[in-house]
């Protein structure tokens, strides 16, 4: 049975063992009891093997003993006076954050039931204005206390969590803890909580025209791509006439264009539109997509305006034989600048040799070429506009085919003409400014010392009597034989050479055998290149008068098509200024002054 030892000095108890920070300096206290008898002045603590024990005065009715950093467990031993403690020295890493989150319950107007989970171990995290938080932290051990802005947390076990919280402003919560052996935590953990505006939804399209020309009942295909944040409520499409001459039914109107959700982050939509199914009288209306999202009180979000001119089938093939016409008038542009660049280059071959090696006519040649291809590309651009007006003519059922399949044959041809010819055209121009310019006088040879055997003599030869050129000072050491093959009637005087004459040396003597020359022409001069633009030139100039007055017959026939149509859209249009002029005039017919100002200022317009 164990007998209490009886001591003059007492402590109060410690603990079997004391949990200190791994690796840290601390401080243990020790404090004597209030009815102890003796009061040592001086404490000592030994740490397991020391060489020496740590020594501590009394002070307050306290000992202090500083430690060093300690990192592996060690008895303890302590004495004050004629007490002697033994306790257990056991180093602990401090509590860490294993886990930080926050679970956010959005605002009401938002329609979102479900709860969003979001990782808050970066020290920061955004929700929008208005949500609801809840934070979680985790230890990688349990603890025993937490607080969350000094206030105190819920602890059970290694989790805390904090209240449900509002959050209306932006703010930071600061969490501190302590483990179960008392150890808190290196530092405490700051989360700043980001409360962000509920942003607009962004809108965009693709194949809605900036501006376009369509018929009534044409139907408009694009796509539409709407997002975001928390979804898109809706998204739609609305129109307003432009201007004051515009009929006055259904001058400003919108269409749905699909429903989103509340959960519905993007929304992408094929989206249509045709005048006819909106109800919409042929005029001009500006045309703009809008979207929605749930937050109450904001105001849509527009796309940029389009602007869509809405004809009917006549009014249409009005605008289209005027549009024909204009392209007609740009196409004969074409050619006449084409006529222009031909009578240059007629000029220009005109001209001797000797003339075009002239810098300046080559530079002349060359501009031609870039003339050439600039109005080539011009009648490029031309032919496609032409595509896309019959394209427009075969949605209006007022154009017959026929018209319009000779249409389209002269405009290939047209566009074989820009793609093809015209460039061919242009590069031998390039080519004739670019030839090699007229040969040079030959070269004079030495005087030949040997036996030349060839009974043949090529034409060009020196003949007996003829005067010898100058002797070059060093002379040549040769022996020709003869191939017995006399040289033809018709081949060429020898060229002259083209490498630069260098100086004569004395070398050793050669052995040749005589033969007709087979070597290649040359090249063809800057003539010849620009005798076939000119000839090219004028080939695909009658081919552009030939199309030229197919283009005339055709476009009188629909000039003549559309006469009827002009004079029913003005009865028309005459009609509509009889029926307003009717439903003002009654009540302001032989009165002096109108009490409707509307009446006088629709009478004023009319």
């Known amino acids: ?135 979680k932290i985790t230890a990688n051990r349990n603890l025993k206390e937490a607080t969350i802005d000094e206030q105190p947390a819920k602890v059970n076990g290694a989790a805390v969590s904090s209240g449900p919280q509002p959050f209306d402003e932006s703010r930071k919560l600061v969490f501190r803890w302590e483990d179960e052996h008392g150890l808190s935590g290196q530092a405490p953990f700051t989360v700043s909580i980001n409360a962000r505006e509920d942003e607009a939804p962004s809108l965009s399209s693709e194949g809605l025209p900036r501006q376009r ?74 045309v703009r997509l809008f979207a929605e999202d749930y937050l109450p009180g904001r105001e849509r979000v527009y796309s940029p305006s389009y602007t869509l001119h809405v004809l009917s089938a006549e009014q249409h093939a009005i605008w289209l034989t005027e549009q024909l016409s204009k392209w007609h008038r740009q196409s004969l542009e074409v050619r006449d600048r084409e006529l222009q660049l031909h009578n240059t280059n007629q000029q220009l071959r005109l001209l001797t040799a000797e003339e075009i090696d002239q810098p300046e006519n080559r530079r002349q040649i060359e501009a031609q070429s870039a003339a050439e291809k600039a109005n080539g590309r011009r009648l490029s651009g031309l032919t496609s506009n032409g595509e896309e007006l019959i394209k427009q003519a075969l ?96 081949a060429p005087e020898g060229e002259p050479s083209k490498s630069n004459p260098s100086n004569p040396k004395f070398g050793l003597p050669t052995t040749t055998v005589a033969s007709p020359s087979n070597k290649p022409p040359g090249p063809a001069p800057a ?28 476009l009188a026939n629909l000039e003549g098509s559309t006469l009827v149509k002009r004079l029913k859209a003005a009865s028309r249009k005459q009609y509509t200024i009889g029926g307003k002029i009717a439903d003002h005039v009654g009540g302001a017919f032989g009165q002096r002054k109108s009490d409707k100002p509307e009446t006088k200022e629709v009478l004023a317009q009319l």
Not at 397 to 408: A, C, D, I, R, S
Not at 425 to 450: C, F, H, N, W
């Open 1 to 135: 049975r164990g007998v209490p030892r009886y001591t003059f000095a007492s402590i109060e108890a410690l603990p079997k063992q004391i949990v200190v920070p791994h690796g840290e300096a601390v401080t243990i206290p020790v404090r004597l009891k209030a009815d102890s008898r003796w009061h040592p002045e001086e404490g000592k603590l030994q740490v397991g093997s020391a060489p020496a024990p740590v020594t501590s005065s009394l002070k307050d009715g306290g000992y202090e003993f500083p430690l060093s950093p300690q990192i592996a467990p060690a008895a303890m031993t302590l004495r004050f006076g004629d007490v002697i403690e033994q306790v257990r020295l056991a180093p602990t890493l401090r509590p860490e954050l294993a886990a930080v989150s926050a679970e956010v319950k959005l605002p009401e107007y938002l329609e979102r039931k479900r709860t969003l989970n979001k990782d808050a171990r970066s020290g920061s995290v955004s929700f929008v204005k208005g949500s609801v938080a809840t934070f």
């Open 213 to 286: 020309v369509m018929l009534d009942s044409e139907v408009l295909t694009f796509q539409v791509r709407a997002l975001d944040d928390f979804g898109v409520k809706r998204v739609g499409i609305e129109w307003r006439a432009i201007g004051e001459n515009g009929p006055s039914k259904n001058v400003l109107g919108e269409r749905l264009l699909a429903m989103g959700g509340s959960e519905q982050e993007t929304l992408n939509l094929t989206g249509t539109f045709c005048a006819t199914q909106f109800k919409i009288e042929p005029q001009s209306i500006s």
């Open 395 to 490: 949605r209006n059922p007022e154009f017959g085919v026929g018209h319009l399949e000779k249409w389209g044959e002269m405009l290939q041809i047209l566009k074989d003409i820009a793609d093809s010819r015209m460039p061919n055209v242009s590069d031998l121009l390039k080519e004739s400014a670019r030839s090699p310019g007229i040969a040079s006088a030959p070269q004079k040879s030495g005087p030949t010392v040997g036996q030349v055997r060839s009974t043949a003599s090529a034409p060009g030869n020196s003949k007996p009597g003829d005067p010898q050129p100058a002797k070059p000072p060093v002379p040549a050491i040769a022996d020709r034989e003869s191939s017995q093959q006399p040289f033809p009637k018709d």
């Open 527 to 554: 003539a010849q290149k620009l005798d076939e633009a000119v000839k090219a030139q004028q080939d695909l100039l009658a081919e552009f008068e030939k199309i030229a007055d197919e283009l005339d017959q055709l």
